[in-house]
T-cell receptor, first 115, second 114 residues
Framework: NAGVTQTPKFRILKIGQSMTLQCTQD?????MYWYRQDPGMGLKLIYY???????DKGEVPNGYNVSRSTTEDFPLRLELAAPSQTSVYFC??????????????FGQGTRLTVV | ELKVEQNPLFLSMQEGKNYTIYCNYS?????LYWYRQDPGKSLESLFV?????AVKQEGRLMASLDTKARLSTLHITAAVHDLSATYFC??????????????FGTGTLLAVQP
């Protein structure tokens, strides 16, 4: 049972570099989310998607971009990495909306360091 | 804007003791979730609370929801070391219509001492 899969698990970037964090889910979930978790803090929503072709900003979207071309995949793009983007990134998915009797399932996280 | 607050932020307790973690949120919602996170790991779903007065129990953990007070509690009974982790509450929020976001509290780091 794969669930939500994130790659890579770890990455070090130099300031100004770009990268894409990959997220794939095999549960046919409509909703997908990207969160970041800074040390000792809670999770902040970056972007979310309610289905293929539809994305929207969360609490902290600046410096990131997303796309949702398929139900399974929801990549997160950092165009010009900055030290403030050093964090652990979690992808999550859920079936339909969270107003139903559903929960969000999380990937294992990507630990990103920008130096 | 929905805000979710947890307290305490850090809780050190002895094995065998009872304690409660509180989760307050600022706008109307009737969907609240509790998650557990072990160090360096992902989040594990503990409870989904769907209506006012909902109570769920699993082992030594019991969660409840009071939507009128916008308050959820996670009660720990006779704590054991294995319960040491960070516990997050999260609230489902409507923004701009039918879509939903899951907004997290700051987390409570629980350390159970022998």
């Amino acid at each position: 049972n794969a669930g939500v899969t994130q790659t890579p698990k770890f990455r070090i970037l130099k300031i100004g570099q770009s990268m894409t964090l990959q997220c794939t889910q095999d549960m046919n979930h409509n909703y997908m989310y990207w969160y970041r978790q800074d040390p000792g803090m809670g999770l902040k929503l970056i972007y979310y998607s309610v289905g293929a072709g539809i994305t929207d900003k969360g609490e902290v979207p600046n410096g990131y971009n997303v796309s949702r071309s398929t139900t399974e995949d929801f990549p997160l793009r950092l165009e010009l990495a900055a030290p403030s983007q050093t964090s652990v990134y979690f992808c999550a998915s859920s079936y339909l909306s969270l107003n139903a009797n559903t929960e969000a399932f999380f990937g294992q996280g990507t630990r990103l360091t920008v130096v | 804007e929905l805000k979710v607050e947890q307290n305490p932020l850090f809780l050190s307790m002895q094995e065998g003791k009872n304690y409660t973690i509180y989760c307050n949120y600022s706008t109307t919602s009737d969907r609240l979730y509790w998650y557990r996170q072990d160090p360096g790991k992902s989040l594990e779903s503990l409870f989904v609370l769907l209506s006012n007065g909902a109570v769920k129990q699993e082992g030594r953990l019991m969660a409840s929801l009071d939507t009128k007070a916008r308050l959820s509690t996670l009660h720990i009974t006779a704590a054991v070391h294995d319960l040491s982790a960070t516990y997050f509450c999260a609230v489902a929020s409507n923004y701009g219509g039918a879509t939903n976001k899951l907004i997290f509290g700051t987390g409570t780091l629980l350390a159970v001492q022998p």
